[in-house]
């Protein structure tokens, strides 16, 4: 039922803001207790975790806020400045990084919460209650919850923002969107949004506020500028993110690509249709679902126009504000409808943490990136106690793995060289090969037809060189599979079977070759 009259906002008290971070705090800790042992996963290994090391390690000076053991790009220094502080004080370690990521979690959790209170205020019952458990069970939401990376706290501060802002408190919204574009540069959609919403409404000395983040930001690209001579870091991080979307197949495929998940994945389906019907009968039509709406569609396009990589994860901070859209749209359902759909729907967002869809996804979506990185680490401490002394060639991340201690996955760098490399067999005497992306026997996008796009307009190849390493002088001596992902080690052939040295009391959850 929709009320009748707005309702006025209700004043909470400090305890019960505590009450609800507590308990969103143990939610988050007690389900992703299982994980929080894991060494890092992919763009971990790659950029923030670096990143957060070279600022960690270089005592917050100026200069290791630009990084210099990983390639430097765009993305403004906010998560990896909190992970160095946190670090400082707990001392560094993967357990550690994952606690300060999931105290993120659990503040994104509360201030989803509020956020739903405040655009559900014409809304009767206690749909904010289903909209923040739909997030906190969601497959992106629980991976990134407990992942180094930047698109789980811009969520945390775009919400913050928004619901700042609603409540029209212009200074705090202001502040709150400059620790947003701190975390993550596109986060300036938001004050750019509310500083156009207040011009409109004529209320030009509260939008002047909303040019603090836009100057904030300037002042870290201009610091990037003049340490490495490139605005966005790198030229080739500014052709893949602002020149490579742009093709009009490619634009159009990650637009289709980002409302198919927003509005169809993990049975959202059910909460699309009860949007529409809503939007028939007004539901939507305050000044805050207006503006939260507009939120959505900008960041929908701007994230369909940039970004190389179209990640779903990108759209996570506005998944909250989806969620309470589609819990609020329920609330026209009468009878055992409305908790036949939000259970349904519920259900179907839980399954997602543990079906993997028929063609390839990120494995960072759901639970599937825990299965990649448990396959490496086995391979890695199986590497790491057989051939300690000798070369070995791989693929990324595993090349990183192996060589940085740091990373969780050895205690001791090993000698590594990468597939992708000219001549990856020189000097190499093992050879381990993995699944990079999921591909099951069923999948569409085995589809000839499929690939002839790929490669057209995505530049798509085969996994590197793996069918001419396989081809060669190789002799298999393990392999790993676990719920469709596989892992393999090669010995270089000597012609000899010299295998009685090799550990065979590797932890190992699939079948070795003899």
């Known amino acids: 039922m929709i009320a009748e009259e707005p309702a006025r906002r209700r004043h909470i008290r400090s305890a019960s803001y505590l009450f609800f971070l507590v308990l969103f705090a143990l939610v988050v800790f007690l389900t992703h207790a299982p994980f929080m042992r894991l060494p890092y996963y992919w763009d971990e290994l790659g950029q923030f975790v670096p990143a957060a090391l070279d600022i960690f390690q270089g005592g917050f000076s100026l200069a290791s806020w630009i990084p210099h053991s990983t390639v430097p790009n765009v993305h403004p220094p906010g998560v990896m400045a909190y992970l160095a502080a946190f670090w400082t004080l707990a001392g ?5 990084t994952r606690i300060a990521m999931l105290l993120l979690a659990s503040l994104a959790l509360l201030v989803a919460f509020l956020l739903a209170i405040e655009l559900c205020r014409n809304v009767r019952g206690a749909p904010a209650f289903m909209a923040v458990i739909l997030l906190s069970v969601s497959p992106l939401f629980f991976a990134q919850a407990m ?3 930047l698109d789980m706290p811009a969520m945390l501060f775009t919400c913050l923002a928004l ?28 004050p750019l949004l509310f500083g156009v919403c207040l011009l409109y409404e004529k209320r030009r000395s509260d939008a002047v506020w909303f ?9 870290w690209l201009l610091l990037l500028a003049h340490v490495t001579g490139h605005i966005f870091g790198n030229s080739e991080f500014t052709r893949y993110n602002l020149y490579y979307p742009l093709h009009p197949v490619r634009l159009s495929l990650a637009l289709g690509r980002r409302l198919y998940y927003l509005f169809f994945q ?13 939007w028939r009968r007004r539901l939507f039509s305050t000044r805050a679902w207006r503006i939260a709406w507009v939120l959505i569609g900008i960041h929908v396009i701007f994230l369909s126009v940039v970004g190389g990589a179209m990640l779903e994860r990108y759209l996570l901070p506005v998944l909250p504000v989806l969620y309470a859209a589609m819990v609020a749209a329920m609330s026209i359902y009468k009878g055992p409808l409305k908790l036949a759909c939000q259970l349904a729907l519920l259900a179907g967002v839980m399954v997602g943490n543990f079906w993997n869809p028929p063609y390839p996804f990120p494995f960072e979506n759901n639970l599937a990136f825990t299965d990649f990185v448990e396959l490496q680490q086995t391979a890695a401490g199986f590497v790491a106690r057989n051939y300690p002394g000798e070369r070995i060639a791989t693929l990324w991340p595993l090349t990183a793995a192996l ?3 740091e990373f969780g996955y050895v205690r001791h760098a090993l000698s590594v060289r990468s597939l992708n490399s000219s001549d990856p067999r020189r000097g190499a005497q093992v050879f381990v090969l993995f699944s990079r992306m999921w591909e099951p026997e069923w999948s569409w996008a085995k589809i000839e037809l499929v690939r002839k796009i790929w490669r057209r307009f995505y530049d798509f190849e085969p996994e590197v060189t793996i069918p001419e390493i396989r081809q060669g002088p190789l002799t298999p001596v393990a392999h790993w599979e676990r719920r469709g992902q596989w892992i393999e080690v090669y010995e270089v052939s000597t012609g000899t079977a ?6 065979r009391t590797a932890e190992s959850p699939a079948r070795r070759y003899p």
Request: net charge neutral.
């Open 266 to 278: 993990d049975f959202h389906w059910i909460g699309t249709v009860a949007i529409l019907l809503a």
């Open 163 to 190: 619901l700042l802002f609603l409540q029209d408190k212009t200074r705090l919204a202001a502040l709150a969107c400059t620790a947003l574009v701190m975390v993550k540069e596109t986060g300036l959609l938001a």
């Open 147 to 149: 992942l180094a990376q």
């Open 92 to 96: 560094y370690s993967p357990l550690h």
């Open 498 to 503: 010299a295998t009685a040295h090799w550990d």
């Open 211 to 219: 040019l603090i983040p836009a100057a904030v930001l300037s002042a």
């Open 403 to 405: 060589s940085r201690p």
